[in-house]
């Protein structure tokens, strides 16, 4: 499974016209990322003010120079060049997803992610799997795999959604959990599932092999990897001997070499670059910020880039699969099938009914959908021209609703929000939200920073304990008068020092 998937994306790149690359086709496709990263800054402002995702921004800069347009870029899904864009940008995904997750939350906050990877997912691959077999007649096997594919929630179309500090951090939590913890499930059943559909004979040994490659030999390579990157970074800051601004670089390289170093000896690169990003998050807060400050920013570039390389033929495959059944389709995974799913996950839930409304709709289709697609496409797959077609219009349909929608919600639900007082948002993440927490449930009492700074004016007695951590407290100048600074570790040890008989309140970052 390894080395065939390196071998294919390292076979020569070719133009449109089906020819090696030339200096022109460099040039052109040079400029094509210049393009991608000047339009960034440019529409940043306008986007984060407007109702436009800037997913749809490059989807329309890919339809200008295809080839319904300027024509200088024409690229199908099955070319080798899509191919190579499609494998950084899915195996820097993978890694920053795996990057950001906080597991010193989820010990205690655990059953958010658990629905979501457990009922949530599978009940939307479900859904979504019968209504693809049911109107398009397709195999079981080809079905779950449209169903997987579409239950893979985007990041990079949840961005605006979860930065938007009209909507309270729990409900931003709830959704960057999902979509952060998404690839633990989606990923591999996607390999499996077309393993299955493309129709390759293999015996029992060989698919034990397969299921070794992708269960053990993934995860192992990318740990391994990560434990020696952080030894060696470890070694060389003991030392004075790296530089913050080339850590992030480091980082970089530790998923590309976990990638590589899987797929050479027949794992799966995509499970060990996850991995990889899970073990610098547990054991290496610092390269992990290192990380989150530059390489997070290069891997959203390489997503908006394959978004302009495939932006003409994703419009193209719409147009030629869009029919009433498709139609039909779309509307059911977009409107029906996630949300379905996750108000049955959050029948328990803490938050408002506005709250879960918006949780429920916000499950976007975008990039994600689309490298699962192509990595299917490499696995042999049968009726490609279908599938991607099925995809596309999810996948447009989505850019433009969930795009579109993000802003004009946040403001709905922020004008709520100051009409009445909401649970979430005194609710610190996302378990909460599911009551989910210390001793079972919120055990502490939280307040408003506003009531905080009314009983404050009003003189009231309150001990104030600043637990941020010393990063956190170090590079901030923001601190409240009278604020005793005592981090969590050492509040055990320090009880002696908080006044008896005063309500104390915490607060950090």
Known sequence: MGVTWLATIASPLTAPEGQPFDEHTLVIYLGAVGLVILASGLVS?????????????????????????????????ESPAVRVLATVSLVLVLFTDA???????????????????????????????????LLFGLPWSLALLVGTILASTDAVLLRDVTRDSRLPLAVRHTLSVEAGTNDIIVLPLTLVLAAFASGVGRDGLEWVEFSVGLLVLGPLVGIGVALLAIRAVAWLRRRRMISRDYESLYSLGVAFVAFAAAQLVGGSGFVAAFAAGLTIAVLDLELCDCFLEYGETTAEVAMLLTFVFLGAALVTAALNAFDLRTLLFALFVLVLARP??????????????????????????????????????????????????????????????????????????????????????????????????????VSVPRMLPVDLKRRLD????????????????????????????????????????????????????
């Open 45 to 77: 402002g306008f986007v984060e003010r407007g109702p436009l995702s800037q997913v749809l921004v490059f989807v329309a800069l890919g339809v200008l120079v295809g080839p319904a347009g300027l024509g200088v870029i024409d690229l199908g899904i």
């Open 99 to 133: 990057i950001k997750i906080n597991l010193g939350q989820l010990r205690t906050n655990w059953l958010l992610p658990a629905l979501a990877l457990g009922p949530g997912a599978l009940l939307t691959i479900g859904l979504i799997g019968f209504a693809a077999a």
């Open 340 to 441: 379905l799913a996750f108000l049955a996950a959050l029948a328990r839930s803490e938050a408002s009914t506005d709250a879960r409304l918006l949780l429920a709709w916000f499950g976007p289709r975008g990039l994600n959908s689309l490298l699962l697609v192509i990595l299917a496409v490499a696995e042999g797959i049968p009726d490609v021209d279908t599938l991607f077609g099925v995809v596309s219009v999810v996948v447009l349909g989505s850019i433009v609703l969930h795009g579109t929608s993000a802003t004009p919600l946040a403001a709905w639900y922020g004008r709520t929000a100051h009409r009445e007082e909401l649970p979430e948002e005194t609710l610190a993440d996302a378990g909460h939200l599911l009551h989910v927490g210390p001793d079972g449930g």
């Open 458 to 509: 009003a003189g009231e007695p309150t001990t104030l304990l600043d637990v941020r951590r010393l990063a956190a407290f170090g590079s901030s100048g923001r601190r409240i008068p009278g604020a005793i600074r005592m981090p969590v570790g050492d509040i055990l040890r320090r009880l002696d020092e908080i006044p008896p008989g005063v309500p104390v309140v915490l607060y950090c970052a």
